[in-house]
């Protein structure tokens, strides 16, 4: 009995995730763009007991400051670069990919402009919607966060971060878009390098900043659909003077 | 001597606002755009000695729903729509310009495309940046408020309005620039009837929403310019489906 109810389960989880991607592929069908289904991830690395105790309630969902490890004996070595958890590995730049790939089990996709359906918006802040992005040669990380900055009032953050060096990162130029209800929203940047730290640059909101009702009206039955373009910087600068 | 100094006041006003309209016009030639300079206005409508007695801390930010005149005699007859003032005036809709004009000193510019500069702002909220804008054969009301939603947080907010019905509205779509430092922010909307009233579009975050930081980011020498263009939706329309 038990396994016809888990059976039946997968099936509706299934057909969900299908009517989620139809839905996503009708309203990004004119460029034909590649839809990516992402589930949230509750953050482990900053649950509400990991909090000080003599921190004030203001500031309680305020992530704290990049956290690097103390001893890194080879300077050639960088941390985990995964926002969801404190992990202990560390290694060389070339292999974070496949570490994040298959400890993190965070998906990459090909292609120059992709959408990201992040499902569930629902969900209570700290949540992470992750994935990787391969394109022009080089590696990116997409983070969309759901974090209370003020208590109360959750925002979503969405962030692309190179997995390379900063000097690497100054090539490229990202565009986030979201589009729906006879609206539009529009955020251009460099992505910063994994090295930076992705917390600090949510917490020092260089990025995409959504309020809630925003997001909900950005938003289709619960999921909210990102459309994401690379370019190299080059494009960028000679618009760059509107 | 009072005349010498008031002088020299004045030309140095006139000296700032020329550096500040050469800098925009610098960051937005390429297009040969207008350059508008608009000083802030400290909101007197919801000043904090309004706030009824038994608000909590945490509403003190938050702008009342949009009052109405109690008794308007005559259906076709409408409120003043300036933001700034609680203005016991009413009139036929085709005379709010010249009302907003000549009663409330505010500018109005002609041209498909404009920069709006809104200077000094570090002010504190509430703080308001309005001009109207004619184009296209209406005229449009560009409101920037500096408002603290959750205190202690200020954020900047701007939309705009067509001084025309709700039905009229339907027919534009605006767009609001913003691109420094190698970042660019793009909203694009159906302008909304200056009827529904300002504050709750604001209030319902249905606009463009900046966090300080990203203001920060945006502005220059404590001035931020924004794009601003008007077409007919039949264009936006077109594009929609991205």
């Given at each position: 009995?038990?396994?016809?109810?888990?059976?039946?389960?997968?099936?509706?989880?299934?057909?969900?995730?299908?009517?989620?991607?139809?839905k996503?592929?009708?309203?990004?069908?004119?460029?034909?763009?590649?839809?990516?289904?992402?589930?949230p991830?509750?953050?482990?690395?900053?649950?509400?007991?990991?909090?000080?105790?003599?921190?004030?309630s203001?500031?309680?969902?305020?992530?704290?400051?990049?956290?690097?490890?103390?001893a890194?004996?080879d300077p050639?070595?960088?941390?985990?670069?995964?926002?969801?958890?404190?992990?202990?590995?560390?290694?060389?730049?070339?292999?974070v990919?496949?570490?994040?790939?298959?400890t993190h089990?965070?998906?990459?996709?090909?292609?120059?402009?992709?959408?990201?359906l992040a499902?569930?918006?629902?969900?209570?802040?700290p949540?992470?919607?992750i994935?990787m992005?391969?394109?022009?040669?080089h590696?990116?990380?997409?983070?969309?966060?759901?974090?209370?900055?003020?208590?109360?009032?959750?925002?979503?953050?969405a962030?692309?971060?190179?997995i390379?060096?900063?000097?690497?990162?100054?090539?490229?130029?990202?565009r986030?878009?979201?589009?729906?209800n006879?609206?539009?929203?529009?955020?251009?940047?460099t992505?910063?390098s994994?090295?930076?730290?992705?917390?600090?640059?949510?917490?020092?909101?260089?990025?995409?900043?959504?309020?809630?009702?925003?997001?909900?009206?950005?938003?289709?039955?619960?999921?909210?659909?990102?459309?994401?373009?690379?370019?190299?910087?080059?494009?960028?600068n000679a618009?760059?003077?509107?």
């Amino acid at each position: 009995m038990l396994f016809f109810t888990q059976c039946f389960g997968a099936v509706l989880d299934l057909i969900h995730l299908r009517f989620q991607h139809y839905k996503a592929k009708r309203v990004f069908s004119a460029a034909g763009q590649l839809v990516c289904v992402v589930n949230p991830t509750h953050s482990l690395k900053y649950a509400p007991t990991r909090c000080a105790a003599g921190q004030t309630s203001a500031e309680q969902g305020v992530l704290p400051p990049c956290h690097h490890h103390e001893a890194v004996h080879d300077p050639q070595l960088v941390p985990c670069t995964c926002p969801l958890f404190s992990c202990p590995w560390e290694g060389h730049l070339e292999v974070v990919v496949s570490h994040l790939r298959q400890t993190h089990r965070i998906n990459i996709l090909q292609g120059a402009e992709i959408v990201f359906l992040a499902t569930d918006m629902h969900l209570p802040a700290p949540t992470d919607w992750i994935i990787m992005h391969s394109c022009l040669g080089h590696q990116f990380l997409l983070v969309l966060r759901k974090q209370e900055k003020y208590e109360g009032h959750p925002q979503f953050f969405a962030t692309m971060m190179l997995i390379g060096t900063p000097t690497q990162a100054d090539n490229f130029t990202y565009r986030l878009e979201l589009n729906r209800n006879q609206r539009r929203l529009k955020w251009e940047a460099t992505p910063r390098s994994v090295l930076e730290c992705v917390d600090s640059v949510i917490s020092d909101g260089d990025c995409l900043v959504l309020n809630t009702s925003l997001a909900q009206l950005f938003s289709d039955n619960g999921s909210l659909a990102i459309g994401i373009a690379i370019t190299t910087s080059k494009v960028h600068n000679a618009e760059d003077e509107m």
